[in-house]
């Protein structure tokens, strides 16, 4: 039988506020453990909190840019569960009631268009950390509190999901409009965005669903991937060897390479939800609503269709450069200058990202500047440098923070288009090579190209390529 995949995730995002959701305790990342607490993170008696205006702006930024429908009332419940990294033994969040509902999100695979929807969006506050030692004895766990109460959303999609592919394109496309928003830095590795991922499958066809399994806390898109691949291949044995899938709660072992079983599911009545005595509900009224809309920045679906409509760029291109928000401003800053998109793009997505990628870099933290990257291509396009000096030049920039043209004089990497330079080193290349000089008299036109290379090669790179090839072909 041939089944296929039902996928549903829980996306967890830690919002860039400076104090946390119910307190004025710093959200900063680190600091020695249990240093960023206060009496109200911390659960002590007699205290009340009280909600960070921001962690709502935020959350109703990120409703409307998922298409969602804000609610104009919505009101704060306690999860009840114990656990050593919850001092309250319970979490602030949203159940019945929560911020939004109803949105929608487009992701693109194998260039298949989908429409995954969103069921909720709603606020709550993080738990603390768990450190586990190992010891002789059998070790022992410390608990770290500086993360407990920092804001996080939860967003809710439908099981519309149908692959792991297609689950790790929705987080990627959801990473990048929450970097748009600018409400979470969505640094994976630290925490700030994590997701739990519903996973069951059904025979090909049928309707009904089947019993699903809840994989815990995958904090990057490779085990995303990876996660939901082995899990879905677990379950599909068990059916096809006559068994059953059991609901459960799984975790990841990301170096064996496989779920396994944490707990039995929880439902939610074993949370015993309510109301918050200690906050009022939140009435949010259409005026603060359309504010927030008025404010949204330009969002990647958009910028990347601006991007095609007024730069001509194919929709790859596109789609590249509006991935993240830092590339397509440094794409927007660059062609204000250098007013040639196609060349900028392609720059772009081929040196500009690989050194990126080789110094574990983000676009923001590039070492040059736009104004010097429209300065090198400027430098190429007025033959002061060829495209293959250009390649160095840009390499010379990231390692050592100059800019093109000081680069370019200091290593005195000038282009040579003097013709009668060139023309003494086109006739030795000539002389040297004349097996080659007479295959390309014989029709082999890729004989030019390596007549062409010896040129460049004994001007180190140097010569002007086009006089190169005008003065071997007025030669030959």
Avoid at 2 to 19: F, M, P, Q, R, W
Avoid at 107 to 116: H, K, L
């Amino acid at each position: 039988m041939e089944y296929e995949a039902v996928i549903g995730l829980e996306v967890h995002v830690e919002l860039k506020t400076n104090a946390k959701a119910f307190c004025g305790c710093t959200t900063a990342f680190g600091g020695e453990p249990n240093t960023h607490v206060c009496p109200v993170c911390l659960g002590l008696p007699g205290v009340l909190p009280v909600i960070n205006r921001q962690v709502v702006e935020f959350g109703l930024k990120t409703a409307l840019a998922l298409n969602c429908q804000v609610a104009p009332f919505c009101k704060f419940d306690r999860k009840n569960y114990y656990y050593p990294d919850l001092p309250k033994n319970y979490q602030i969040s949203q159940y019945d009631l929560p911020l939004a509902r109803g949105g929608h999100l487009k992701i693109t695979v194998d260039g298949e268009e989908r429409v995954i929807g969103i069921t909720r969006v709603h606020m709550e506050e993080d738990a603390g950390k768990l450190i586990h030692v190992d010891g002789p004895d059998g070790g022992y766990s410390l608990v770290d509190y500086n993360r407990t109460g920092v804001p996080l959303l939860e967003i809710v999609s439908e099981p519309d999901l149908r692959s792991p592919a297609e689950a790790r394109a929705y987080m990627e496309k959801l990473r990048t409009i929450l970097q748009y928003l600018d409400v979470s830095d969505c640094k994976m590795e630290e925490g700030s965005l994590r997701c739990d991922a519903n996973v069951s499958v059904r025979p090909r066809g049928s309707q009904s669903f089947g019993t699903k399994t809840e994989v815990k806390n995958l904090n990057s898109f490779r085990s995303l991937q990876r996660a939901l691949e082995y899990e879905i291949e677990r379950q599909v044995a068990i059916l096809e060897s006559g068994g059953r899938v059991e609901q459960a709660t799984m975790a990841w072992d990301e170096n064996r390479g496989v779920t396994y079983v944490m707990r039995t599911k929880e439902e939610a009545q074993d949370y015993r939800y309510f109301p918050d005595p200690d906050l009022v509900p939140l009435e949010i009224d259409a005026a603060w609503i359309e504010r927030v809309r008025r404010e949204l920045p330009e969002l990647p679906d958009a910028r990347c269709r601006r991007l095609i409509d007024d730069y001509g760029l194919p929709a790859y291109d596109a789609g590249v450069i509006t991935s993240s928000r830092d590339l397509a401003d440094y794409f927007d800053r660059v062609v204000a200058l250098y007013p040639d998109a196609k060349t900028v793009s392609n720059w772009i997505m081929g040196d500009f990202l690989r050194l990126l990628n080789a110094g574990n870099l983000e676009p923001g933290q590039s070492p040059v500047p736009p104004e010097e990257m429209a300065s090198l291509l400027q430098l190429q396009k007025e033959g002061t440098i060829s495209g293959k000096i250009a390649k160095q030049v840009l390499e010379e920039m990231f390692a050592t923070g100059k800019g093109a043209r000081q680069i370019v004089e200091e290593k005195g990497l000038v282009q040579i288009s003097d013709a009668a330079a060139l023309t003494q080193i086109v006739e030795e290349v000539l002389a040297a090579n004349p097996g080659v000089v007479e295959d390309y008299r014989n029709g082999k036109d890729k004989a030019l190209g390596f007549l062409v290379g010896q040129v460049m090669k004994a001007t180190r790179g140097k010569a002007n390529p086009g006089l190169v090839n005008r003065l071997l072909k007025e030669r030959l």
